[in-house]
């Protein structure tokens, strides 16, 4: 794969990642168990990590990584997450969900890919992250709707 190509992905993983924290905002505000909201935080947290090694990885490729704001495709995201967490946490959570398919399937492409050692090293870790973050929310979507009110 050729080095503008790479930059390219990563910063397609970066945007995404950005898109997660900020979807992560309004989900954490609409979760009342202090379990459930520091598993959230914490995912949040490995979603800023994720945005800061990618970049650093773009900038050592010579590259320049995307700021760190939403696109028109994380404002969406942003705002489903918002609207889904008003029903609250339930809702909140099941937004997070269909968050984390989506970060988790680009993770996964993205991890097939023919990359240096190094950035492929970077992006399976990130991609377990993910395989994480999806089974927790995947184990709460099981709890019936009444017990998260």
Do not use: C
């Not at 050729?2 to 910063?11: D, K, S, V």
Request: negative net charge; hydrophobic residues 40%; without cysteine.
């Amino acid at each position: 794969m050729e080095r503008i190509q790479i930059i390219q992905r990563l910063n397609d993983l970066i945007q995404l990642d950005v898109d997660a924290v900020e979807a992560y905002s309004h989900a954490i505000k609409a979760i009342k168990y202090d379990d459930i909201r520091n598993k959230f935080i914490e995912f949040q947290q490995e979603h800023q990590s994720h945005v800061h090694t990618l970049s650093d990885m773009v900038i050592r490729l010579n590259g320049t990584p995307v700021k760190p704001s939403p696109d028109m495709k994380g404002y969406l995201i942003e705002g489903l997450t918002a609207l889904k967490s008003i029903t609250g946490q339930k809702g909140a959570i099941e937004a997070m969900l269909s968050n984390e398919k989506v970060t988790t399937k680009k993770y996964e492409e993205a991890s097939a890919l023919d990359l240096p050692e190094e950035i492929l090293k970077l992006v399976k870790a990130n991609w377990s992250h993910e395989l994480r973050h999806l089974r927790y929310i995947n184990e709460l979507i099981e709890i019936p709707r009444h017990e998260l009110r």
